[in-house]
């Protein structure tokens, strides 16, 4: 099947540790996205990459870092210097251009 | 950038009636609005979009308008059930400079289908 997979589906961080959320999509698409969701506030766009080895900073990137090493891999990782990285954390895909955006099905990150 | 605004951020129906959700968005260089649906704990879903060569565009009971003069546009669902319950999100994609890729959200509405 083909699709996009965001693992794992729940994580519990102490604070001060960095965590890596998995994103990985074979849909062969180029661009990926990273976004984080709180309760009122929708979605908003921490990461996006249009192509391997590049990606630009969304709208809320501080404490948080990525790579795009691979066409079908868009890890995020949260670091320390993340205020309140208690959220949930949803990756995407799309094709180039005016094309819909896929989603997995999210990881909810709880920091104890 | 980009700014998307919508509204109600909370509706709710009886089963039967229609549901009509509104956006608005900054950027007319925009060019594509999707809008998705999203159930508790799941990642959204699209159920509809719309191009801005486009005016309206229906799906069974779904429709989408959008009037780029004004920037704004709108999400039609009639004859509601109570499984169309769930959060609504429309979005902007932009299509100048790098913003191309870029999908900005509103901040949703919560429906709610009374049987």
């Known amino acids: 099947d083909g699709g996009i997979t965001q693992s794992p589906k729940y994580l519990f961080r102490k604070e001060g540790q960095n965590v890596t959320l998995s994103c990985e999509q074979n849909l062969n698409h180029d661009a990926m996205y990273w976004y984080r969701q709180d309760p009122g506030q929708g979605l908003r766009l921490i990461y996006y990459?249009?192509?391997?080895?590049?990606?630009q900073k969304g709208d809320i990137a501080e404490g948080y870092s990525v790579s795009r090493e691979k066409k079908e891999s868009f890890p995020l990782t949260v670091t320390s210097a993340q205020k309140n990285p208690t959220a949930f954390y949803l990756c995407?895909?799309?094709?180039?251009?005016?094309?819909?955006?896929?989603f997995g099905q999210g990881t909810r990150l709880t920091v104890v | 950038g980009e700014n998307v605004e919508q509204h109600p951020s909370t509706l709710s129906v009886q089963e039967g009636d229609s549901a009509v959700i509104k956006c608005t968005y900054s950027d007319s260089a925009s060019n594509y609005f999707p809008w998705y649906k999203q159930e508790l704990g799941k990642g959204p879903q699209l159920i509809i979009d719309i191009r801005s060569n486009v005016g309206e565009k229906k799906d069974q009971r779904i429709a989408v308008t959008l009037n780029k003069t004004a920037k704004h546009f709108s999400l039609h669902i009639t004859e509601t059930q109570p499984e169309d319950s769930a959060v609504y999100f429309c979005?902007?994609?932009?299509?100048?400079?790098?913003?191309?890729?870029?999908?900005?959200f509103g901040k949703g509405t919560l429906l709610t289908v009374n049987p």
């Open positions: 995407a895909s799309s094709t180039r251009g005016p094309a819909e955006a896929f």
């Open positions: 990459s249009q192509i391997v080895n590049d990606f």
């Open positions: 979005a902007a994609r932009g299509n100048s400079g790098g913003s191309n890729y870029k999908l900005t």
